[in-house]
């Protein structure tokens, strides 16, 4: 049975699966570093057309295993789906997608980098991890992130130096997403970044307020309102995590006001990791139906105002493995 909207609504609503190790030697899993799901080894899964990303764990209720077609996903010894192991460049298929610094001053109570004390990767490092992945065929993307080891400008900074010399020697779209500066998007755009996010993280006040301290909702706001006149339609976006304790309400006015500036909404599940245990321990991973919902109003939004998450070329919203993505898989 090939995977579907709802079928993968399951997959993602559940977010992981214990998988034969042999299938694992044949197309390695990838570890994300940044983000909610840093540090957890993850594979993909491709079938129908849609894409799913799923970490591995041993205790999950889904099984991955060896089928004549390639691979099943069996839950309660019964078959959900069949598809294909895909292969990951670099963190995703088609695309490499490439963290500058793993660690991060912004101490957000879901996100576990700034407990991880990750690599600040060099110019020359980026530079050849690009290449490594551009090896392995079929590159269509170069997505570059970043936590802020230092300040947002110096992380900026590097970003733009790196986009520079990406550009001059790759002719795929770059995508960027960091925290903003006054100056980022104009600094981004002319060194050539194809498209921008900046994360929103969740549009409820208050529960930003708790989980990202210090940081300022409005400013990021004004920052992606702001990105859209220099990058222009469909090229800016922002993850929207879901199950921070937010309600639907909160989460469609939050989509309503996103795509009213030009913003496409990223909604990302929440990946609870066990170093943020006890700061977010009423955290909860959306439902299926929670996630399908809220996907369909998003999509309903976007072709409002025009937009179109489908025409992504980097970062999320390209490789759809973590999301149900509106135009994509509704």
Not at 291 to 318: F, I
Request: hydrophobic share 40%.
């Amino acid at each position: 049975m090939e995977m579907n909207a709802e079928i993968k609504a399951l997959l993602v609503s559940i977010g992981s699966a214990n998988i034969d190790e042999g299938l694992l030697r044949e197309v390695a899993g990838t570890i994300p570093s940044a983000g909610p799901g840093a540090g957890l080894e993850s594979f993909f899964i491709k079938s129908g057309g849609h894409r799913v990303r799923l970490s591995i764990n041993k205790s999950s209720p889904l099984k991955v295993v060896r089928s004549s077609s390639g691979i099943a996903v069996m839950k309660d010894e019964r078959e959900i789906t069949t598809g294909q192991l895909e292969l990951s460049l670099s963190h995703c298929p088609e695309q490499a997608y490439i963290t500058i610094s793993g660690r991060c001053i912004n101490d957000c109570k879901f996100c576990p980098v700034p407990l991880l004390n990750g690599e600040i990767k060099s110019l020359d490092t980026i530079m050849r991890l690009v290449e490594e992945a551009d090896q392995k065929g079929n590159l269509r993307a170069i997505s570059i992130t970043s936590g802020v080891a230092k300040s947002a400008e110096d992380e900026v900074k590097k970003t733009v130096e790196a986009v520079k010399a990406l550009k001059a020697k790759y002719s795929v779209p770059i995508g960027v997403s960091v925290y903003p500066t006054e100056t980022s998007s104009e600094e981004l755009y002319a060194a050539g970044a194809t498209e921008i996010k900046y994360n929103v993280e969740t549009m409820d006040p208050l529960i930003f307020a708790r989980f990202c301290p210090g940081l300022s909702l409005d400013y990021i706001l004004k920052s992606l309102e702001n990105a859209v006149k220099i990058f222009g339609k469909n090229r800016v976006t922002s993850n929207f995590i879901l199950g921070l304790g937010e309600s639907d309400d909160c989460v469609m006015s939050g989509v309503d006001l996103l795509t009213k500036i030009g913003v496409i909404p990223n909604l990302r599940p929440i990946s609870p990791h066990p170093l943020r245990a006890a700061e977010a321990a009423d955290v909860k991973r959306p439902s299926s139906e929670r996630l399908l919902t809220l996907a369909r109003y998003t999509r309903k939004a976007l072709e409002e105002h025009g937009l179109r998450a489908d025409q992504a070329k980097t970062m999320c919203l390209a490789c759809t493995g973590c999301d149900i993505t509106p135009q994509r898989d509704v």
